[in-house]
């Protein structure tokens, strides 16, 4: 009984997710209570949680000898409350567009707090960028590079730059989530760069103050930091002997990862792979602390300990900040039987030939990882968070799509095929689908005329704020034009 209980509170986190009378609290406050007052689907996102991840975050500092310059990667999550909530706790950060670029200024962030991402920039974007006197433009190719030093000229403003390069280093995340291999989409080959450097060192147009790479999302080794700093490091060397150019930063991108499974009770059931990504959760100071030691000495053995002395590490973490910050609260609609195909969970059931289906609220408009890349988000009953979970349902959501389901609707096993929730939930249960602030709302749509959900941000006062309101009709018609009553 002992162990049933450790294993069924494991997603627990004091002070943050507890149990109180039997129901899921958030910083305190009673989720089912929230899911009452808005309905579902909600997502209730904690700031104290927020200021803890970035305090673990900047813990960095003390493991390097050169400042560090945090920036929050507003692609995972940014609704405007979370941008100023982060930025209260003291993050700069990261954008992918003009669009978030915008929402950045309008949350309060100055120019040098902004460092500006992508790989199909346009000339507008360009300018807003320089305009505002950004920290960098993280430039993806030299076709680019060009365009920002038309637009710098034709402005009369220079450029703060930054190169982003491909260091081929492999990550055990998710296929689609690498982002430093040749195979990959995104910047340019070291050789180029090193160019770039030669022809415009002296440019008075452009600032090429650092060098960037990102090595993907949701990396679940720590030591690929360490290659990718000393990698940095080398085409920094090369930079100074061939340009005389002492780079003000370098920036090793996110991908810091969450810890999906802190809850045990589906870790048999999946995959080898997809169970090291998942149930990754090394300390961000750790992994640092090691490729600090990697880079100092190589720095050493070239005589350049100065170079990473007189420099500034950026990093640009989204994941780790947002991810297990956010709960998205999702009620039971529906519920049927089916004949079970899984002979193995027949004895669990009380009707032993069938198996018991619930299709919630929450599907892949709100979740697309949960279908693009199997992205696994423990379940559990927001109302008898205190009761068992071991009896197994089919899970599914609301959409008019075979692959919107909880489960690998390709067969392939990813995902397990049941969730464990308390005996007889009925239609209207209140459930929590528990690190969801990373890379959901964000990547939401309207599918099916679905109104995107509303946002509440808890504050460190216990106070819970609606940051984002329902959508309602009108939402789903606002941009289309000539509509005919
Ligand atoms: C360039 C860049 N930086 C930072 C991030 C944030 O990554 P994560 O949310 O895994 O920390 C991403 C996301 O993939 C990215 O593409």
């Given amino acids: 009984m002992l162990a049933l209980q450790s294993i069924m509170s494991s997603w627990q986190i004091e002070n943050f997710l507890t149990v109180r009378d039997g129901r899921l609290q958030i910083d305190g406050v009673d989720a089912v209570e929230l899911a009452r007052e808005h309905g579902t689907p909600l997502f209730v996102f904690s700031e104290l949680r927020i200021r803890h991840n970035i305090d673990r975050l900047k813990k960095v500092a003390d493991v390097i000898d050169c400042p560090l310059k945090l920036c929050y990667a507003a692609k995972a999550m940014s609704t405007m409350g979370i941008l100023r909530a982060v930025k209260d706790a003291g993050c700069d950060i990261e954008v992918n567009s003009g669009g978030e670029l915008w929402k950045a200024l309008k949350a309060g962030f100055t120019g040098d707090q902004i460092n500006f991402n992508g790989n199909s920039k346009e000339v507008w974007e360009l300018e807003l960028a320089i305009t505002n006197e950004i920290y960098a433009i993280q430039v993806d190719s030299l076709y680019e590079l060009s365009l920002i030093l038309e637009t710098a000229i034709r402005l009369e403003k220079p450029a703060n730059v930054s190169l982003r390069m491909v260091p081929e280093i492999e990550s055990g995340t998710h296929s689609g989530l690498q982002t430093a291999m040749l195979t990959s989409k995104f910047g340019m080959m070291p050789d180029e760069a090193f160019r770039a450097f030669r022809v415009y060192a002296d440019s008075p147009h ?17 030591q690929v930091y360490s290659a990718a700093l000393v990698k940095l490091f080398d085409a920094m060397l090369q930079i100074f002997n061939e340009t005389g150019v002492k780079l003000k930063h370098i920036n090793l991108g996110g991908g810091f990862p969450v810890n999906y499974l802190r809850d045990r009770s589906h870790v048999g059931e999946f995959p080898r792979e997809q169970l090291e990504m998942f149930d990754a959760g090394f300390e961000p100071a750790d992994a640092l602390r090691d490729a600090w030691a990697a880079v100092s000495e190589s720095a050493e053995k070239e005589n350049a300990i100065d170079l990473l002395e007189g420099m500034t590490l950026m990093l640009e973490p989204g994941r780790s900040i947002i991810a297990d910050a956010g709960v998205c609260l999702t009620a039971v609609r529906n519920k049927k039987d089916r004949p079970s195909s ?18 919630t609220d929450a599907g892949f408009n709100i979740l697309l990882s949960m279908e693009t890349y199997k992205w696994y988000y423990h379940l559990i009953s927001a109302e008898r968070a205190g009761e068992p979970h071991d009896f197994p349902y089919k899970v599914a959501g609301p959409l008019c799509d075979g692959g919107d389901v909880y489960f690998d609707h390709e067969g392939h096993g990813r995902l397990p095929e049941h969730r464990f929730l308390p005996k007889d939930v009925q239609p209207g249960e209140v459930l929590a689908l528990l690190n969801c602030g990373a890379y959901s709302l964000a990547q939401g749509m309207q599918y099916n005329g679905r109104f995107l959900p509303p946002v509440i941000l808890i504050r460190e006062n216990g106070t819970a704020e609606l940051i984002r309101k329902r959508e309602g009709f009108e939402d789903l018609i606002a941009s289309d034009v000539n509509i005919k009553d």
């Fill in 206 to 222: 452009l600032n090429l103050n650092g060098i960037h790479l990102h090595i993907g999302s949701q990396n679940p080794d720590p």
């Fill in 342 to 359: 899984d002979s193995s969970l027949v004895p669990r059931h009380s009707s032993p030939q069938n198996e018991v289906w619930l299709l």
